[in-house]
Every structure is written in C-alpha cells, then in structure tokens.
C-alpha cells in the first residue's frame, strides 16, 4: 500500500519509522516501489551485492546505474531515493537562486515536497570513503527549465555539504552492460549458487583468456564436474558474476550470444596459460 506524502505530519512519521536514514543494510529509501501509484511506471526492486537489501528503483535509468555500481569492487554502499533533509536548507537554496521549490501537489495550502536524490553512492578507496550524489534524467529532460531548476537547487544542496554532485544521462554501452551483469549475477543475488560454489576454482581453471565458445566451454564443465546443460551455463555465468574471470561487459547481449570474450582469468591452469 502506497504511503501519503502530503503533509508535514506525513514526513514526520515517516522519519519516526526510520524511512531515509541508516546506511548499508539498515537504510530504508524514502520511497519505494510501493509508493508509486502509477501503475504503468517502471519500478523495480532488486537484491544488493554490495549491500544485501531490497533496493528500489523507479527507472529504467536509475536501475542501469544501480547495476553498474553494484558490481564495482570500490562501492560498498548505495543508497536510493534519498531525501534532502532538513527542508529548510532545500528551501533556502531554492530562495537564493530565485527557484520554485517542489510543492505537494492537489494541497489547498503551499507544502514544500521532500526532494530526494536517486542514488548516493559511498566509494571506498585507499581505506578512505567518499560519498557521490547522483541524478538519473534522460537527456531529453534536461532541455526543461522546471527540471533544471529543481537539479540546480539539488547540485547545491549535496556540494554545500562537501560532496560530489553528478548527472547520469546514461547511454547505449552502460544499458548493454548492466543487462549483462543482471545476466551474470542474478543467481548470486538470489541465492541460487551454493550447489555450483564448489566448482568456482576447478572451473576457473578450464577457461582460456581471449574470445571463445560458451557452448564449447560448457561441454567441459558438463563433463568434468558431471553436469546438466542448464548448471553448465549457470556455472559459466556465476564465475563471471562472483568475479572469478573477467570479460567483455560491452559485448552485446552476454545471454543471447555464442561466444564470450574473457579479457583475465587469474586462475587459468599452467597449459591452458601457456597455450592462449
């Protein structure tokens, strides 16, 4: 059931169960797939690798972009829908640049709507965090002044507190990418990969560095390790989602195509690294 956003009672209560605040695990986005009332809209909740929660995305964009940031090694916390608090300081910045604040819609009297950012993402680099704000529009948007007002009070809000404010636009290559790495890491996310874990460092072995055949190079996991077809190619696709091997994520359609290209595969066997 969708939760009301209409007053400041509303948001009080909301902030009372904790919606907006924590981080990792405890975090709980300030909306959520639920709340959107729009049947026909995208929305999408997806389990973290990085974080293990539900993670909800209310674009296609946002969920490209959760996807990519996911399967990055130096992220270790994402956090979606999260809401520029205190309403005071979004609205005296909207003052100052001589911007309309976001208003609650169908309200008798002026409520200011809490503004949210789609994806504040923390980065861990050298043992040290650093936190990047990130808006999701399609380029077509950003021709709209009510949306750039609204991004400019948003750029303002995040670099007055220190930290780094950036718009995603997406294109083509991220859209190939994280379709592959939903490919490669949905059995991990839900937790289909126990039974094929064990196989992860005899398999990492039998896979040659450069392009090759998937059908070929599931034929021998089906043999050495006694597979079905359908765990010979889940093999495949969890040593690429736990990292194991490396390849080519802008290779079109990952799922669909014949062969992969594996770019690194620090476990290769002593002949099969000398033979590629």
């Not at 959520?32 to 995208?42: E, I, M």
């Not at 050495?224 to 989602?241: C, E, P, S, V």
């Amino acid at each position: 059931m969708a939760r009301k956003f209409k007053s400041i009672d509303d948001y009080e209560r909301h902030l009372s169960n904790k919606w907006g605040i924590g981080d990792a695990e405890t975090y709980k986005p300030w909306f959520t797939v639920r709340d959107v009332k729009n049947n026909t809209a995208f929305r999408k909740e997806i389990t973290g690798l990085q974080v293990s929660r539900q993670h909800h995305l209310l674009s296609a964009l946002e969920y490209y972009l959760f996807l990519i940031m996911d399967f990055r090694d130096d992220v270790v916390d994402i956090r979606e829908q999260f809401p520029l608090f205190p309403l005071s300081l979004s609205r005296k910045i909207a003052l100052t640049l001589g911007a309309d604040h976001p208003q609650v819609v169908g309200s008798k009297v002026l409520i200011p709507f809490v503004m949210t950012t789609d994806l504040l993402v923390t980065f861990r680099n050298n043992g040290k965090l650093r936190h990047v704000a990130f808006c999701v529009k399609p380029d077509e948007e950003l021709c709209k002044p009510k949306v750039l007002a609204k991004i400019e009070i948003e750029r303002v809000w995040w670099e007055s507190i220190g930290v780094v404010f950036k718009i995603f636009i997406g294109n083509d290559d991220v859209k190939t990418q994280s379709h592959n790495i939903l490919w490669a890491t949905d059995l991990h996310r839900h937790g289909l990969d126990e039974h094929l874990s064990p196989f992860l460092p005899n398999a990492a072995q039998l896979v040659p560095e450069g392009k090759i055949f998937k059908r070929a190079l599931c034929d021998i996991f089906r043999e050495k390790f006694q597979l079905d077809a359908i765990d010979a190619l889940n093999l495949l696709r969890l040593l690429i989602g736990r990292k194991v091997i490396e390849v080519d994520l802008t290779q079109n359609q990952l799922d669909k195509s014949t062969t992969i290209t594996v770019t690194k595969n620090s476990n290769l066997s002593k002949e099969l690294h000398h033979a590629s």
